[in-house]
């Protein structure tokens, strides 16, 4: 077990004697990576949306299953996205954000699709920060947001052989 974690902190670059910082938290404070399983709940956006989140290594920016997706232009020059996301008790949050970017996706079936790129609050076993996602839909996955290298980077260790293995929980304080 403990070779798996130093394999994987190896990977994050994460080297004896250097502990990373969160580009959230400011430049005095620095933490260890915390270790979490594959699938934790996790809390998206301002209003802290519960959700069931799968941490994958593989992925390299997060994905979060939305709906009613619509992309439009603000005072005709920016790019904006309005879309919705249902949480795990079936709250549904109505989102309009500012587009960052785009980015092509390789469909398993062949083909890419097109997804706007947006950030969002995310808190997952007590870290927190600003994540970039992907919109998608993810209704044929068993669930809604997936969180990718992006976010785990530097701030979480993931234990394949564990879920929901968070030892600390997302307040309402930092969940923002």
């Not at 879920?163 to 997302?170: I, M, P, R």
Request: aromatic share 8%; glycine share 10%.
């Amino acid at each position: 077990m403990r070779h798996l974690l130093l394999t994987l902190a190896l990977m994050f670059g994460l080297h004896a004697g250097l502990v990373p910082a969160f580009a959230d938290d400011g430049p005095s404070r620095h933490h260890k990576p915390v270790t979490l399983g594959y699938i934790e709940e996790a809390y998206l956006g301002q209003l802290g949306l519960e959700m069931k989140a799968k941490l994958d290594t593989g992925a390299d920016t997060s994905s979060v299953y939305a709906r009613d997706v619509r992309v439009y232009r603000k005072s005709g020059k920016d790019n904006w996205v309005e879309f919705r996301v249902i949480g795990k008790n079936g709250r549904s949050i109505r989102y309009d954000q500012n587009v960052i970017s785009f980015v092509a996706i390789k469909l398993k079936s062949g083909g890419t699709q097109r997804r706007p790129v947006i950030h969002l609050p995310l808190c997952v076993g007590g870290v927190s920060g600003l994540a970039e996602f992907t919109l998608a839909d993810r209704e044929q996955f068993e669930y809604g947001v997936l969180i990718g290298r992006e976010f785990l980077a530097s701030r979480i260790v993931v234990d394949s052989g564990k879920s929901f293995a968070a030892e600390e929980t997302c307040s309402a304080a930092n969940r923002d």
